[in-house]
């Protein structure tokens, strides 16, 4: 057998992300890791939020990648964790109509039992739309219908549940004793706020059907996640929000209304098929070196007692991508970390006890990065820079300029040059800090098209120090 050679890779059609480092890729961070990493050499993406890069590393080095969201953990294991003399094999024994449909299809009727009237109502306003035809009245119709599905969470107390929803209170009165019940996360939290209707059953039907997953078939913890992540993928573009899940649409403007029933024509079901087929492309593309690994944690669970990465291979070179701004991504990605957890967490409430539009879990459940605080992100950097050094690895910092929360602290404590400032952070730990910078536009949490520069800190040479602290 002919043995594969390494060739360009693909870039992988990530999930809607803040941030996702496909426009960085080509001609920029490709042309940085040439020059510092052989093929071959060991990769490691820190934080890999979309698994875009560690999917488009893989076609040249042994990647280890890590993030502590468990949804881009799923998405990275989609792309990365094949080992090469098995992979065709199990690219062969996809088949996401005979692995899922049945239990899809038993899931999606029992929910249908519940939200019949509800659901042809809502397909009735849907056809409206797509035909062309949504006025005024419309628009009134449909706000109204959106506004009564609105107490459908469970534990509302007191919550007046109006038709055509109210058939669904049997389901969602008692979680805790509904083992028999289907499966309806996303249908009881999120529909009619971040999906349809029957988009939410589909979304629980398939999640349910990538759970039950023959037990007998070897190749079934392979095909969970490669389903899981499909179906990530397909969330991911169908919310009714704007990219994200940071908040749903508000439903004064007809605009809104309109936007939000364009999004609401998408069949979750085939766009999972699309996704699936994407992402075995993908992987088949891929000329894999064996020792693949995907890790699901904070950074920090990574390092042993002296703060140096315990890591399966030593590394040859580290990625960090770290948060740019104040806000964290548990905030604006909550819906997938769910979907992927799916274990029915409590929802955050306001001060009167309402539950907030946003549909966030309580903040136990969402992870909360310190590159997000302005006290505490230099403080993050110098425990990175510390540990990279002290593995003897090189390291590239994806950052923003001026946006970054780290530059603006730098200017906020006087500094007139925080990139300057920058470099002697690094220069702390390494011999060689090199700062490379790209033009680029940015649209921000509400702002419009910005111009930054997207920067890459290449770190070389570890002080001897650093390494044997």
């Known amino acids: 057998m002919m043995r594969e050679t390494k060739s360009a890779p693909r870039l992988h059609r990530s999930i809607w992300y803040m941030g996702a480092k496909s426009r960085l890729i080509p001609g920029f961070l490709e042309r940085v890791l040439a020059d510092e990493l052989p093929p071959g050499g060991t990769f490691v993406d820190l934080m890999s939020g979309s698994g875009v890069v560690s999917a488009w590393c893989a076609g040249m080095y042994r990647v280890i990648s890590n993030d502590v969201q468990s949804y881009s953990a799923v998405i990275a294991r989609s792309l990365i964790g094949h080992s090469p003399s098995t992979r065709d094999d199990f690219l062969s024994a996809l088949d996401p109509e005979a692995d899922l449909s049945r239990v899809y299809e038993e899931n999606y009727a029992r929910l249908a039992e519940y939200y019949g009237a509800a659901l042809e109502e809502e397909a009735g306003f849907l056809d409206v739309y797509e035909r062309g035809r949504a006025d005024e009245a419309w628009a009134a119709g449909y706000r109204e219908y959106l506004h009564a599905s609105a107490a459908l969470y469970p534990g509302v107390a007191g919550a007046s549940i109006a038709e055509p929803f ?6 969602l009165s008692d979680r805790g004793s509904a083992a028999g019940n289907p499966a309806c996360l996303a249908t009881t939290y999120y529909s009619n706020v971040y999906f349809g209707l029957h988009q939410a059953l589909q979304l629980d039907s ?204 730098f200017v906020r404590q006087d500094s007139s040059e925080p990139l300057e400032r920058l470099r002697r952070l690094c220069g702390e730990f390494f011999e060689g800090v090199e700062i490379l910078k790209r033009p680029t536009m940015h649209s921000g949490q509400g702002d419009s098209n910005i111009a930054i520069d997207e920067l890459l800190v290449v770190c070389r040479r570890p002080h001897s120090r650093s390494r044997a602290s």
């Open 166 to 171: 109210r058939s669904a209170r049997p389901l």
């Open 206 to 409: 398939l999640r349910a059907a990538i759970d039950a997953v023959d037990e007998r078939d070897p190749w079934r913890e392979l095909k969970q996640t490669h389903y899981l992540s499909a179906l990530l993928h397909a969330a991911s573009v169908s919310t009714s929000g704007t990219s994200h899940f940071a908040q749903p649409r508000h439903l004064a403007k007809d605009s809104e209304l309109q936007a939000m029933a364009k999004r609401r024509l998408t069949d979750i079901r085939e766009s999972l098929l699309e996704y699936s087929a994407a992402i075995s492309q993908t992987v088949r593309e891929t000329v894999f070196t064996e020792g693949n690994q995907v890790f699901n944690s904070d950074y920090r669970e990574l390092l042993d007692e002296d703060g140096v990465f315990q890591l399966p291979e030593g590394p040859g070179l580290v990625y960090l991508d770290p948060p740019y701004t104040a806000d964290n991504y548990s905030r604006f990605y909550h819906v997938l970390e769910v979907l992927t957890r799916y274990d029915y967490p409590e929802l955050k409430r306001g001060r009167s006890g309402e539950i907030l539009r946003g549909r966030y879990p309580v903040l136990a459940h969402r992870f909360r990065s310190d590159f997000c605080s302005p006290a505490k992100v230099e403080g993050e950097f110098r425990m990175v820079l510390r540990a990279v050094a002290a593995s003897g690895a090189k390291l590239v910092i994806s950052y923003s300029s001026p946006t970054g929360l780290l530059l603006k602290e």
